[in-house]
């Protein structure tokens, strides 16, 4: 006679499916255990972007180049009309593009994060969000590389910045957290559809015109109201105006948005530690 007996796994709520707090605690611990991981696939992808290019970093610099010049040849042509600025044109431009290209480039680099990732995410069990924020980190290479140009621009029109330059670096964080939010929810999306590349793609450039990069904030008129809830156009503007005003245009619009940035980071974070385990076993199904 045989006895045939069956496992029973009991799941319980801890801190993944949970809502308890100390949940924080774990996802930062593990973020720091895994901190080489982050650095090692940093690299990798630093070494594989620019491997047999001609022009190399160059690209960084020479795409907001001529955004540049398109913009200051429509606004001669007379087709556009970018407004009165503080300091000339080009410098107040090559700024703003560097501060959205921060989000814009990050947003994207982060969305196809984990499908990049390929093979490994399905054979390997590591936190996915380290692809997310190794690929973030290839923008934040980007957008130090363009303050170089922006340094050159301002050199050359003898542009002086404000001594509140100072805060320009971390005034940069509501943007930076925002993306990174943002850039975990997409790349979980993008796990499940492949779409998600090219929303983000449309989106980006559609908000681009839609907020006060390339030109002077509208004081009036429909885009003024647009840019009173976007909440892209204080976080762009607060960094630019700290470095050629010396103060926070919309002060209020800032701090709000910042606010809604550090939710939005929580948040996401929050939610793509819930559900990564499912993109992996998605991906690892098709």
Known sequence: MSVSSDKVTVYQSGPRTGLNP????????????????????????????????ALGMLWTVITPVIAVGTFIFLDRSGVVNLGPVDIPYPAYAILGLTIWQLFAGGISACSNS???????????????ESLVISSLG??????LVRLVLVALVFAYYRVVPNWTAILFPFSLIPIFLMTLGLGFILSLLNGFMRDIRNVVTFATTFLLFLTP???SAPESGIFQVLNKYNPLAPLVGGPRDLLIKGHLSDPSGF??????????????????????SRVAERMGAR
């Open 22 to 53: 100390l949940v924080w605690i774990e996802i930062t611990a593990r973020l720091l255990k895994h901190r080489e991981l982050i650095w090692r696939l940093f690299v990798r992808n630093f070494s594989s972007r620019y491997r047999q290019t």
């Open 255 to 276: 701090i709000w948005a910042s606010v809604l940035s550090m939710v939005l980071f929580l948040l996401f974070w929050r939610l793509f530690y819930l559900a990564e």
């Open 213 to 215: 990069v390339l030109y």
């Open 138 to 143: 290839l923008t934040l290479v980007d957008t």
């Open 114 to 128: 984990i499908t990049a990732g390929g093979s490994m995410v399905i054979k390997i069990k590591f936190p996915l």
